[in-house]
């Protein structure tokens, strides 16, 4: 995937979100090297998310300098705070494929997104499914499409994860494949 992708898919969203998102990926990053070093990589990929909605909130808030954020208008900082988290994981992908050396075996776009659930031998394998195969184009699609893939695999997660994690990776792979 080449640089001018990801570009595309980063114009979908505000400066707010960008700014936000690039903190919410030094944090991760700060946290991953630090505190969480001996932590399930499976955190890593639900992290960025947590922190892009708590950030956004906290950013509305101050902005707003009242609750109603979270209040009457928590749709909207719920569904921005993910976005946030999108695009902290979208330049996490873009680090990982242009700016750090190479680690033995292909990184992809996705790669970041399945390490942890997927197991270490079937990553590459499951990224490329993902990527090369014909993404449907309604975001319920999409999950099923996800969730078939991954259900060839052990796949460690509970029902309500594997639904949570489905519905983020069918999201960015939309982003992603955005143009």
């Not at 494929?97 to 190479?102: G, S, T």
């Not at 499951?126 to 991954?150: G, H, M, N, W, Y």
Request: with cysteine; aromatic share 10%.
């Amino acid at each position: 995937m080449d640089a001018l992708r990801y570009l595309s898919a980063l114009r979908l969203y505000g400066a707010d979100v960008l700014l936000l998102a690039a903190a919410v990926t030094l944090v991760t990053s700060l946290l991953k090297k630090t505190a969480l070093k001996r932590a399930s990589k499976r955190l890593f990929v639900f992290l960025p998310y947590f922190l892009g909605i708590a950030l956004y909130c906290a950013y509305r808030m101050l902005a707003t300098l009242s609750v109603c954020p979270l209040t009457e208008e928590w749709c909207e900082t719920l569904q921005n705070g993910v976005a946030v988290g999108s695009a902290a994981t979208l330049y996490y992908v873009v680090y990982e494929q242009f700016f750090r050396a190479k680690k033995e075996g292909e990184t992809t776009p996705i790669t970041p997104l399945l390490e942890g659930i997927v197991p270490d031998e079937n990553v590459a394998e499951v990224s490329r499914i993902l990527l090369t195969q014909d993404v449907p184009a309604t975001q319920e699609e999409r999950v099923q499409f996800v969730k078939d893939t991954l259900s060839h695999y052990d796949c460690p997660l509970g029902d309500t994860e594997r639904e949570i994690y489905c519905n983020l990776v069918a999201s960015y792979l939309a982003a992603v494949r955005a143009e």
